[in-house]
């Protein structure tokens, strides 16, 4: 159940605008370079650069999933800021859009082609993949 007098306040901002914003979570979870963490209520300030990864937020015991490709995350007074250069909601993802672009990186991999940008494919396959992680139950 939510804290209602230390509600957590989370804004997920990209330059296409305010991604996800509530006023009364209960808890948030990312992934740094130094791996996952949790913020509650009452956190100690902080700031992280984020990987790629699915945020997790939770409130009032059910969880909103937002795919999160890099950023940062500041935490201060009971608010949480993640600014990132692309963020989706799970709900807003094309699952079958995420598949192929899962199948074409794998592909392009596997090719071991001069002609293919190695990393851009790797970068590719890491994006398909924490939109399929996001879409799951």
């Given at each position: 159940?939510?804290?209602?007098?230390?509600?957590?306040?989370?804004?997920?901002?990209?330059?296409?605008?305010v991604?996800?914003s509530?006023?009364?979570?209960?808890?948030?979870?990312?992934?740094?370079?130094?791996?996952?963490f949790?913020?509650?209520?009452?956190?100690?300030?902080?700031a992280a650069?984020?990987?790629?990864?699915?945020?997790?937020?939770?409130?009032?015991?059910?969880?909103?999933?937002?795919a999160?490709?890099?950023?940062?995350?500041?935490?201060?007074n009971?608010?949480?800021?993640?600014?990132?250069?692309?963020?989706?909601?799970?709900?807003?993802?094309d699952i079958?859009?995420?598949q192929?672009?899962?199948?074409?990186?794998?592909?392009?991999?596997?090719?071991h082609?001069?002609?293919?940008?190695?990393?851009?494919?790797?970068?590719?396959?890491?994006?398909?993949?924490?939109r399929?992680?996001a879409?799951?139950?």
């Open positions: 159940m939510a804290d209602t007098q230390n509600p957590i306040v989370v804004e997920i901002l990209s330059p296409d605008g991604t996800f509530d006023d009364s979570i209960d808890m948030v979870a990312a992934r740094a370079a130094d791996g996952e949790a913020i509650m209520k009452n956190h100690l300030p902080l650069a984020l990987e790629t990864c699915v945020v997790r937020v939770k409130k009032g015991g059910k969880e909103r999933k937002i999160v490709f890099g950023g940062f995350l500041e935490v201060e009971n608010k949480v800021n993640i600014i990132s250069p692309q963020a989706e909601l799970a709900e807003s993802i079958a859009r995420a192929a672009a899962e199948k074409r990186a794998r592909d392009r991999l596997s090719s082609s001069k002609d293919i940008d190695m990393e851009r494919a790797e970068r590719a396959l890491q994006r398909a993949m924490i399929l992680q879409t799951r139950k």
